[in-house]
Nanobody, 121 residues
């Protein structure tokens, strides 16, 4: 059993900052790619940022230069530092992790339940 739980969402004014966290727990041998996605009301879920196990990162064009993804492998945790937030960043943010269970060769994908970020004055 593996659980992935996001935290850190909330209400912030335009231009403000938030830091999201995503922690995995349970039967984990290794975590490969970690990622953040977001879904605004009435829209599809879109990629925000990903980070590989070696630390390579990728960002959506809309957040480049404002958001930073990072990870702490010892804590099985991913972070998303969001600066210079805009109203169009308002969405539910979801964490995605690719996790290998103990004693198995397969890699399973897990999603958190999401955390709401609202950017408004």
């Amino acid at each position: 059993q593996v659980q992935v739980v996001e935290s850190g969402g909330g209400l912030v004014q335009p231009g403000g900052s938030l830091r999201l966290s995503c922690a995995a727990s349970g039967s984990i041998r290794r975590i490969y790619d970690m990622g953040w996605y977001r879904q605004a009301p009435g829209k599809e879920r879109d990629l925000v940022a990903t980070i590989t196990s070696s630390g390579s990162t990728r960002y959506a064009d809309s957040v480049k230069g404002r958001f930073t993804i990072s990870r702490d492998n010892a804590k099985n945790t991913a972070y998303l530092q969001m600066n210079s937030l805009k109203p169009e960043d308002t969405a539910v943010y979801y964490c995605n992790m690719n996790i290998a269970p103990p004693l198995q060769l397969n890699i399973n994908q897990y999603w958190g339940k999401g955390t709401l970020v609202t950017v408004s004055s």
